[in-house]
């Protein structure tokens, strides 16, 4: 397997700190000046996807969040506050499982 270690000048995606103890570093180390942690090589590289996939979830939960947000923002105006004018449960459309 290839080392796919990012390129020089890449920065983490989840800070600049290093996985383990979060001190500065960039992907010109070979490893953490701190805590020696190796940064470079197949399970490093690993490490890296992992942690880029994280930080992708990371935003798309946010944004589907805000997004659900605004959803309800826009639905509950449309509720009553009267209980009796609410659909009874089982009234509206048959669900789909």
């Given at each position: 397997?290839?080392?796919?270690?990012?390129?020089?000048?890449?920065?983490?995606?989840l800070g600049t700190g290093c996985p383990e103890c979060d001190?500065?570093?960039?992907?010109?180390?070979?490893?953490?000046?701190?805590?020696?942690?190796?940064?470079?090589?197949?399970?490093?590289?690993?490490?890296?996807?992992?942690d880029r996939a994280l930080a992708d979830l990371r935003a798309?939960?946010?944004?589907?969040?805000?997004?659900?947000?605004?959803?309800?923002?826009?639905?509950?105006?449309?509720?009553?506050?009267?209980?009796?004018?609410?659909?009874?449960?089982?009234?509206?459309?048959?669900?789909?499982?």
């Amino acid at each position: 397997m290839p080392d796919r270690t990012p390129p020089p000048g890449a920065r983490r995606p989840l800070g600049t700190g290093c996985p383990e103890c979060d001190a500065p570093i960039d992907a010109t180390y070979d490893r953490c000046p701190r805590c020696a942690l190796p940064l470079r090589g197949p399970v490093a590289t690993q490490l890296w996807h992992v942690d880029r996939a994280l930080a992708d979830l990371r935003a798309k939960e946010a944004e589907l969040l805000e997004r659900r947000g605004g959803l309800l923002a826009r639905l509950l105006p449309m509720t009553s506050s009267r209980p009796w004018e609410r659909p009874r449960p089982g009234s509206g459309p048959p669900r789909r499982c």
